[in-house]
């Protein structure tokens, strides 16, 4: 498969997965669904369900194991994410995600996180250690403008593994019908919501 960069150069369709938990029970110990929505371009393709543990340890294996065996894994350039946790604080290496993937790996942010109340937080877990470390493997959150006329207002928050800043920014760019949030994450956030709720939320 052509490198990211490339297919974006060449004017390429690019399919991308979007993973997002579902409306979950704050409970402890209790289970949280994930939604991945395959979108070649903005158009929806696809999807996978599955589930991983509230404030647990297990995100990073479970949307590879989600992914890697799946019809999809061959057809996808990139997997974004909704930030760096499923479930409260189950943290993604986005490291490890993007090498057993071989995929560049884009946590997408609506908006700057306090990143010094999240490692407060953090604190508070028996590994806390662990936790605190996988957050700051992520890197550096970068922010992209749109430098397209008309668009000079649409900006991307994220952190990225496996590809450079510029070509992250361009693909978020591309796979974007409106706002900031991509096609693909959009629509995990809106049906994971209506397939636990039975409605789509009001915002995604």
Same mark, same amino acid.
């Given at each position: 498969?052509?490198?990211?960069?490339?297919?974006?150069?060449? @004017?390429? +369709?690019?399919? /991308?997965? @979007? !993973?997002?938990?579902?409306?979950?029970? $704050?409970?402890?110990? &209790?289970?949280?669904?994930?939604?991945?929505?395959?979108?070649?371009? /903005?158009?929806?393709?696809?999807?996978?369900?599955?589930?991983?543990?509230?404030?647990?340890?297990?995100?990073?294996? #479970?949307?590879?194991?989600?992914?890697?065996?799946?019809?999809?894994?061959? +057809?996808? $350039?990139?997997?974004?994410?909704?930030?760096?946790?499923?479930?409260?604080?189950?943290?993604?290496?986005?490291?490890?995600? &993007?090498?057993?993937? +071989?995929?560049?790996?884009?946590?997408?942010?609506?908006?700057?996180?306090?990143?010094?109340?999240?490692?407060?937080?953090?604190?508070?877990?028996?590994?806390?250690? !662990?936790?605190?470390?996988?957050?700051?493997?992520?890197?550096?959150? !970068?922010?992209?403008?749109?430098?397209?006329?008309?668009?000079?207002?649409?900006?991307?928050? !994220? +952190? #990225?593994?496996?590809?450079?800043?510029? /070509?992250?920014?361009?693909?978020?760019?591309?796979?974007?019908? /409106?706002?900031?949030?991509?096609?693909?994450?959009?629509?995990? $956030?809106?049906?994971?919501?209506?397939?636990?709720?039975?409605?789509? &939320?009001? &915002?995604?």
């Amino acid at each position: 498969m052509k490198s990211l960069a490339e297919v974006i150069r060449l @004017g390429k +369709q690019l399919r /991308t997965i @979007g !993973f997002d938990d579902a409306p979950f029970n $704050h409970q402890a110990g &209790s289970k949280v669904n994930i939604s991945g929505i395959i979108c070649t371009n /903005t158009r929806f393709e696809g999807m996978l369900w599955g589930e991983a543990g509230k404030d647990g340890v297990d995100a990073t294996d #479970v949307l590879i194991n989600m992914l890697k065996p799946s019809k999809f894994y061959q +057809q996808v $350039h990139a997997v974004l994410l909704d930030g760096i946790a499923i479930g409260g604080f189950n943290l993604i290496n986005l490291e490890k995600l &993007s090498e057993s993937l +071989q995929l560049p790996c884009i946590a997408v942010m609506r908006k700057l996180p306090d990143v010094t109340a999240v490692k407060k937080v953090l604190t508070r877990f028996d590994d806390a250690k !662990f936790r605190l470390d996988t957050l700051d493997a992520a890197g550096e959150i !970068f922010t992209y403008s749109s430098p397209v006329s008309g668009l000079e207002n649409r900006s991307f928050f !994220f +952190q #990225v593994k496996g590809c450079s800043v510029e /070509t992250a920014g361009l693909l978020l760019e591309k796979v974007t019908d /409106t706002g900031n949030v991509p096609e693909s994450l959009r629509l995990a $956030h809106l049906i994971g919501a209506a397939v636990k709720t039975g409605q789509s &939320s009001n &915002s995604a």
